[in-house]
């Protein structure tokens, strides 16, 4: 096992421009660090710097204190876990799992029989290992593909979407099947998507990137109760945060649909800016009925008229238009065309109890404690507060 340390780590390919840009990040032994961002983010291009198929512009990489920048993969003591799990179809589940210890050589019959009984016990794939891989389910594939890093003693898991291909109900099961085995093993793990579920539900800690740049690294409670910036929070949650217009009017934040009380801690946060995005989770609003009375203080009730409402049985979700300036800021329409977000930018996604009757009008309530509020040119969380927990 080991821990896994990126410094000012560059990549440049042939056109000069940065696809990984300084980036630093501790992994902990035995940790699951996930590397997530939009496509072309640069993540599988870091990933493959770990790994060694791809060469350091600048910076260096280290696994379990030693400087790997200029040692062959396989030098390299890592396991990496594809996409399509790259078994041998030819070859039973036995032979599959101990196809590196006999690739790498000079291990005894009986070792090499050990360590692949071993393997499977722990997989749970005993009883399968005189089968052909076509025989097996797409879990107990993967539990083989996993069983040839676990034999080959790795000291580092690496996957790079593994999933992307299954549909949305193997994903699922699959994605518990890592964890649990990930947790079990508690072997050194990063894996990429580009898929914020997968990262939200698997990660100890995620690393969001956007373009080459690390944006933050954090706990997935962390990165949705305290983004960074207007980048991390339109792209971590779903449905997605609203990003709304904000002006400051005396001592009132302005919102196209509704004003609220300036809060003690927000003037020495936004210094003197007047104009503000404001982000709100879905699920900082609720139908004003269904609060309770000794909350209510906390927030401010209006009125709204709704477009449509998702019924989902757990959940609802109310659609509501409000009337917003054309040109509220390049930086949340650049941000929405690259998020490729569903929300609109004259129109909320409201998260009210699935009990509550909403239709064509809804009273809401929301609860101004948990408004973040961000520069418009520079995207910044300026209402973050850093928490202790990553
Ligand atoms: P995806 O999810 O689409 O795979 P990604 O976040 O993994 O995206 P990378 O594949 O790491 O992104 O690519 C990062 C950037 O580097 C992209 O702009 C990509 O076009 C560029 N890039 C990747 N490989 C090469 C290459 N061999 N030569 C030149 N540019 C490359």
Redesign the pocket.
Known sequence: MAEITMKNIV?K???G?P??NDVSLDVADGEFMILV??????????L?MIVGLEDITSGDMVIGGTRVNDKAPRDRNLSMVFQNYALYPHLSVFENIAFPLRLRGGLPEEEIRKRVQEAAETLELTEHLDRKPANLSGGQRQRVAMGRAIVRQADAFLFD?PLSNLDAKLRGQMRMEILRLQRRLGITTVY?T?DQTEAMTLGDRVAV?RR?ILQQVASPRELYEQPVNLFVAGFIGSPPMNMVPASVEGDELKMPFTSVPMRDEWPAAIGDRTVLIAGIRPGSFEEASMVDSDKVDQGVTFDVSVDVTEWLGNEQYAFVPYDAPEDITATLAELQTELDSEQTRTQMIVAVDPMSRVKDSATLWLDSSRIHLFDPESGENLTRVESSDS
């Open positions: 990549k390919y042939g056109d421009f696809a990984v961002g939009p496509s072309g983010c640069g993540k599988s291009t870091l493959r979407e990429v580009h990137l080459g």
